[in-house]
């Protein structure tokens, strides 16, 4: 009986410590590595990405990346005209990595005006704008 409370009690500790170890990360790192991540795990929606591994030159490959990225962008925020299927796969990545509604709202603007370097400060942007979001649409 000893052996079972041990086992039990030893079972619920690592239980606790990989929830913990899996929690959500809302800094704007994190917001930063859950875009990458979410756009990792659901792919290109469009042929931009057959069209990306077709060509040498390396501004087009940039600008076709941009493209990429801020098509994902558009989609993880459900804009019209978004492929469903990606759009929902980003969403449920984001969501499920502590990304709100709003925060999704504020991704197409803060992708677009993020450049040149995407991604130096795009959990801040996201943060800031998220908020603004939210307020615009809880206004009466």
């Not at 098509?71 to 449920?92: F, I, M, S, T, Y």
Request: charged share 20%; hydrophobic share 40%.
């Amino acid at each position: 009986m000893k052996r079972f409370a041990v086992a039990l009690i030893a079972t619920s500790m690592l239980t606790t410590a990989v929830g913990v170890g899996l929690a959500k990360d809302l800094s704007p790192t994190g917001a930063e590595e859950a875009f990458v991540d979410a756009v990792g795990v659901c792919g290109p929606s469009s042929n931009i990405a057959g069209s990306l591994g077709k060509s040498n030159d390396p501004q087009v490959k940039i600008a076709l990346r941009n493209a990429l990225i801020t098509e994902a962008a558009d989609d993880a925020a459900g804009v019209a005209g978004a492929n469903q299927p990606h759009a929902e796969c980003l969403k449920k990545e984001l969501t499920s990595r502590g990304y709100t509604e709003d925060e999704l709202g504020a991704l197409p603007y803060c992708i677009t005006h993020d450049w040149p370097d995407p991604f130096t400060g795009l959990g801040q942007c996201v943060k800031s704008h998220g908020r603004l979001e939210g307020a615009i649409s809880k206004k009466p």
